[in-house]
Every structure is written in C-alpha cells, then in structure tokens.
DNA sequence: AGATGTGAAATTCTTCACAGCG
DNA sequence: CGCTGTGAAGAATTTCACATCT
C-alpha cells in the first residue's frame, strides 16, 4: 500500500500531469513513466512503484493509458462522497485561498468560512458564508466538514484547532506560524512559509539541488 | 553538517519555540530537549541529534540555554548579511504574502516586487515597489536579489521561474500548482496548495497520523 | 528494442539506549 | 538522579537492475 502522505501527494501531482501532456499534444492517450517523472521531477522508478500501489497496470512498451491512470489515482485518493472544507480566518491569506478554489471543480467543497470580526461576519466572501467562530461548534458537524484550513493569527491557532478538532474535523491545513497538538487521529499538514521561506534563503546560497517532488 | 532540508526547516522551527516559551514563563532561561520536541511535534532524540549538528552543547540536567542556542541556530541559518527577495505575481496571494512579511525583522529583506498588470507596476504595494515582469532581468541583479517567490497562475509560472534563474536568483519559492525545472544548482521549495489540501483531506477521512515537522 | 513490474540493495532519516556529566 | 551526546540499530523511502511482456 502506498498510503504514506509522500505518496498521496505525488499521486495527486501526478494526476493533473496529463492535461499538461494533452495540452502540448492533444493526440497522446498515453504516456510513459520518465514523462511523468520529468514533469513531476521524481525518478522514473518512482512513478512506477506509486502507480504500481494502486492496483493500476501500464503495458510494455506503450505505458500508461492516460484515461485509466487518471481514474485509478481519482478511485485511490478522491473521497467516495464530496468532502466539506471550513476556513478559519478570513484575512488576506484566508480570502487568497477562497478565492484561489473558487470555481476549481473538485470532490473537496468550501461549505463554510468562520471568523471573529463582526464586519465579515454574515456576509458571503468569495461565494461562502462567513459565520462567526463561536459557531464553529454547530456548523462543521451540521455541514458534515471533515476538513478545517487555518489562517488565523499564530496567536490564535491553537484555540482554533482546538474548537474545530472538538467539532469533528478529521484534518487541518494550517498556515500559521507553530505546530499545532492534536489528538493523533487527527491529520495535519503545516504549510509554513515562514520556515519554507527560510530554507530557500538557506540553499539559494549554497547551491545545493532541491528534494522531490 | 545537519545539511538536509528537512534539518534546516526544523532548526528554522526550533528558533522561534523559545519566544513561546518565554511568554509563559519569563524567568526561563534554559529549556530541555523534551520541551522543544513537544512544541515543535519532533522526538526530543531528533531535537537533541539537530542541535548536536549545530556545534552547540547544552549542559546536562539543565539543557539548553536559550539565548546561546538561538545563537547557534542563528549563525548556521541565516546569511552573513541581509538576503534580498523578489516576489512576482502581485495577485490576491501576492499581497497576501507580502503583508504577512510586511515589517517582520528578518535577515531576508523583500526588495522588489513584479507584475504585468499595468495597474500595479509603477506603484508601492505593501511598502514594495512593483516593477513591470520584463525588468526582472535588471532589477535582480541591480538589487543582488537571491531568493524569488512566485505567486502568479500556472501558466505563467515556468517562464517566470526561468526568468528568475536567468537573472540569478539561487533559490525559488513556488506557489504555482506545477513542478518547476530548474538547473540542478538552483533550489526550489514547492508550495503545492492544492496538494497539501488534497493529502489532508485524504488522511481526514482514515484517521493517519501526521508526519512530522 | 524498449517499456513495465518488482525483489533486493542502497540510501536517507529517525529512534533507541546507554555512557557520562553536572 | 535526569539530563545531554552519540554510536548503533531500526524504519522508511528511493533506486537499482533485471525478468518479463508487447
């Protein structure tokens, strides 16, 4: 099984991959493994071993049926039923990533936005209701959310994964600053730019090659 | 040498624990692998190990003190003199960004940003000035810019990233939902939201823990 | 020939466990 | 004692290399 989180992000790169391919060549209907890898930038052998866990077979010679690929990474890593999203903290970042999914069709579906200020509370921003965070309680179990997207003040991270952990939510994306404690049921992934940014600064000095994916 | 990116992020993370520290309890001046393995989400073994990288001893039965370890971390991480940065894509996540590092104190100093939108270039954005995309070539090296952060769509993302390179920035931080490629010697961190989002909201759903960092 | 699928090797990263110090 | 520093063990991940298929 590949089910470690390596895995399922590169299946999820490797997804959107064809429409790149069939963008420059609308002929292909099929693709080879050191193509995946070239443009997701992972060994060909990597391609091979993470398609090889879902099941799905390529043929000698030809490679992978694009269609079918598409469909295997979709039956291993797409939810059964659309999933709900929240986002908690509706500045500048929030309303980026609001608007950066809006529209983007997907199995992952933004059913809520909670906020403290009363200028956004209640008013709709970028086509989801903004409701205030004390509801966050009653409105994820209601709305049946399973996923919470932090970008809230570092100050007030924690508490907010807190109510949306009591709440039921299954995972969080969090853009602020700290690492959050959760139960060990629950997923997080920490997208800290702060530190990201700091490595970069790190390597772009020293030249050395960047790691997968 | 703790020289992975991995190490580098964790050190990155490590610094700043001691201010969280210090806000509960303003008398600490020493602090215990232990403690800084559960605020960071690590081992207090790997704690321990990426401070050993550091040259820097604590004492036994006390740990480590603070101020000579920020230090330590400091001089590893942070260039010998102020880093400067790009940033083109002056869209809704642009600006996001460049409020989120508007006035930190920071060795990185954000020098110049870039856009196509006539609206934009010529203006100060976030206390930044906007040059147009085509002057990426001059405004690089005339500020001795090393490290790019793109934030503009897809499409445009490859040319951007090759522009960058061109000009000779070493590093590149991507928030493009593509891979880029680059020549080995440049460094690039993929901020892949998309994939982040999809990967949590997979692991919501089988209750995984998460990774660590 | 030139792909894929995959056991086995290699590599990288993390944890264990304990000596030694304060 | 309870901590740090660290060699060695262990896990996880990636790559190799080749049998196999078209």
């Known amino acids: 099984m590949a089910e470690s989180p390596r895995s399922i992000a590169r299946l999820s790169l490797y997804r959107r991959l064809p429409a790149e391919l069939q963008a420059e060549d609308p002929e292909a209907d099929s693709v080879y493994s050191h193509e995946l890898a070239r443009r997701a930038g992972v060994s060909p052998a990597q391609v091979r071993r993470d398609i090889m866990a879902l099941g799905y077979s390529g043929t000698p010679n030809t490679g992978y ?3 079918a690929l598409t469909a295997s990474i979709a039956a291993h890593i797409d ?15 929030g309303t980026a990533l609001l608007q950066y999914f809006r529209g983007r069709q997907s199995k992952l579906h933004m059913a809520a936005t909670f906020d403290t200020d009363p200028e956004k509370v209640g008013r709709t921003i970028a086509g989801c209701r903004c409701h205030p965070v004390s509801a966050i309680g009653e409105v994820v179990p209601a709305e049946g959310i399973t996923v919470g997207i932090i970008t809230v003040p570092a100050p007030h991270a924690q508490e907010t994964a807190d109510r949306l952990v009591q ?11 700290l690492h959050l404690r959760v139960p060990d049921q629950v997923y997080v992934e920490h997208m800290d730019i702060a530190i990201r940014l700091e490595t970069v600064a790190f390597f772009a000095l020293r030249g050395r090659q960047s790691p997968r994916g």
Chains 1, 2 share one sequence.
């Open 167 to 177: 709440a039921g939510v299954g995972g969080l994306l969090n853009f602020a600053p």
């Open 79 to 93: 939810p059964a039923t659309p999933q709900q999203l929240a986002l908690v903290g509706v500045g500048n970042l």
């Open 65 to 67: 049926q694009v269609e």
